[in-house]
C-alpha cells in the first residue's frame, strides 16, 4: 500500500499564498501520478492539479491556472502545491491523491488518498 500524508493548509486572506506539501511511503514504486484534488462543504471532490513522476508533465483545473504551481521532488517522493492570489472560492479541504497509471485528472482514477488539509481564504 501507498500512505500520503499532507501538510501546508490553513487560514489566509484572499491575494495571498499558501504551500501545500505531500509525502509518499510504502510502495511508492507503484506511483505514475499525483495530484491535488479539492472538496468544498456541500460539493463534490473536484480536480486541481496532477503530475507525472517520470516526465513531470502537469494538467490544471481551468479554475487555478496561473495561480497555482504544481511541482515534485523524487528524492523525497513528495509534491508540492504552490497556491498564489488565493480566493474565498479556493476555500476547502486540500487532498493529495496517488494512482497506478499515467497522468488523470479523473478522481476515479487514483487509487490513494491523503486525510486532506484544510485551506480557508477570507475576504
Known amino acids: 500500500q501507498v500512505q500520503l500524508v499532507e501538510s501546508g493548509g490553513g487560514l489566509v486572506q484572499a491575494g495571498g499564498s499558501l504551500r501545500l506539501s505531500c509525502t509518499a511511503s510504502g510502495r511508492t514504486f507503484k506511483i505514475y501520478t499525483m495530484g491535488w484534488f479539492r472538496q468544498a462543504p456541500g460539493k463534490e471532490r473536484e480536480f486541481v492539479a496532477a503530475i507525472s513522476w517520470g516526465r513531470s508533465r502537469t494538467s490544471y483545473a481551468e479554475s487555478v491556472k496561473g495561480r497555482f504551481t504544481i511541482s515534485r521532488d523524487n528524492a523525497k517522493y513528495s509534491i508540492y502545491l504552490q497556491m498564489n492570489t488565493l480566493k474565498p472560492e479556493d476555500t476547502a479541504v486540500y487532498y493529495c491523491?496517488?494512482?497506478?497509471?499515467?497522468?488523470?485528472?479523473?478522481?476515479?482514477?487514483?487509487?490513494?488518498w491523503g486525510q486532506g488539509t484544510q485551506v480557508t481564504v477570507s475576504s
Open positions: 491523491a496517488a494512482a497506478e497509471r499515467s497522468l488523470t485528472w479523473s478522481r476515479y482514477d487514483y487509487d490513494y
